[in-house]
């Protein structure tokens, strides 16, 4: 068979696979710490390396908003080195707020930060599809994934405050915490490159990432009008 008759399913599924995820975003609306995870966390008085690895890779894994921005992020990206250099930027930022949110205990409202998160996907499936261009906004993408970072960065360290994680042995399991981080996006990247590398040699590739960054767009939306409804009735 060849690959002009293939059928649109085969050509367009992963498209198909990033506009599902969007709406299960939607769906799901916010990913947050579940109640075995509090009640795990709670129960630890000292170092926990190896718990909070495994919570750090989790929480990335499954959280939709960092898996959506990544997804825009490695979209177009067809080089392994500006791979690497973009998810750097990224990784750095959210790096640094994290380890400096809850070392410094700095926070804000969880609400205003996951809306600015949400927005981050916005941005990002907005300039894949030329968007920010037509309106005259320039930025280099580079920074613009750096100071995003830094925003999921802050809610991941919202989300750890939240924990009340005590004193004892915090930088150990923080650390930890952020590894695991590394860890699932990791998990992520690997399986969104190879799938967006198969993808990009289809003929419906064209067609169908603007349905996918299309479909970015809508998820970030519904999550942003989500956490700006909840930071309303709070």
Same mark, same amino acid.
């Given at each position: 068979?060849?690959?002009?008759?293939?059928? @649109?399913?085969?050509?367009?599924?992963?498209?198909?696979?990033?506009?599902?995820?969007? !709406?299960?975003?939607?769906?799901?609306?916010?990913?947050?710490?579940?109640?075995?995870?509090?009640?795990?966390? #709670?129960?630890?008085?000292?170092?926990?390396?190896?718990?909070?690895?495994? +919570?750090?890779?989790?929480?990335?894994?499954?959280?939709?908003?960092?898996?959506?921005?990544?997804?825009?992020?490695?979209?177009?990206?067809?080089?392994?080195?500006?791979?690497?250099?973009? !998810?750097?930027?990224?990784?750095?930022?959210?790096?640094?707020?994290?380890?400096?949110?809850?070392?410094? =205990?700095?926070?804000?409202?969880?609400?205003?930060?996951?809306?600015?998160?949400? *927005?981050?996907?916005?941005?990002?499936?907005?300039?894949?599809?030329?968007?920010?261009?037509?309106?005259?906004?320039?930025?280099?993408?580079?920074?613009?994934?750096?100071?995003?970072?830094?925003?999921?960065?802050?809610?991941? @360290?919202?989300?750890? =405050?939240? *924990?009340?994680?005590?004193?004892?042995?915090?930088?150990?399991? +923080?650390?930890?915490?952020?590894?695991?981080?590394? !860890?699932? =996006?990791?998990?992520? +990247?690997?399986?969104?490159?190879?799938?967006?590398?198969?993808?990009?040699?289809?003929?419906?590739?064209?067609?169908?990432?603007?349905?996918?960054?299309? @479909? +970015?767009? #809508?998820?970030?939306?519904?999550?942003?009008?989500? =956490?700006?409804?909840?930071?309303?009735?709070?």
């Amino acid at each position: 068979m060849t690959r002009a008759d293939k059928p @649109a399913l085969y050509r367009y599924a992963p498209a198909l696979l990033i506009a599902a995820l969007a !709406v299960s975003a939607q769906a799901a609306f916010a990913h947050d710490v579940s109640e075995a995870d509090r009640n795990a966390v #709670a129960g630890i008085d000292g170092p926990a390396f190896i718990p909070f690895l495994y +919570l750090g890779a989790k929480h990335m894994v499954t959280g939709y908003d960092h898996v959506l921005f990544l997804i825009g992020v490695v979209f177009y990206l067809r080089r392994p080195r500006d791979v690497v250099l973009y !998810v750097s930027m990224f990784t750095l930022g959210h790096s640094l707020t994290l380890m400096g949110g809850v070392l410094l =205990q700095i926070g804000g409202n969880p609400y205003l930060i996951d809306a600015i998160i949400a *927005l981050s996907v916005v941005y990002k499936a907005s300039e894949n599809l030329g968007a920010l261009g037509k309106l005259g906004w320039t930025f280099d993408p580079k920074w613009a994934v750096l100071v995003f970072g830094l925003f999921h960065g802050m809610g991941l @360290a919202t989300k750890l =405050q939240d *924990l009340a994680i005590s004193d004892n042995g915090l930088l150990t399991n +923080l650390i930890g915490f952020n590894l695991g981080v590394e !860890v699932g =996006q990791v998990l992520v +990247l690997t399986v969104v490159v190879f799938l967006l590398n198969l993808w990009r040699g289809s003929r419906g590739f064209e067609r169908g990432a603007r349905i996918a960054n299309w @479909a +970015l767009v #809508a998820a970030g939306l519904a999550l942003t009008a989500y =956490q700006l409804a909840g930071w309303t009735a709070s």
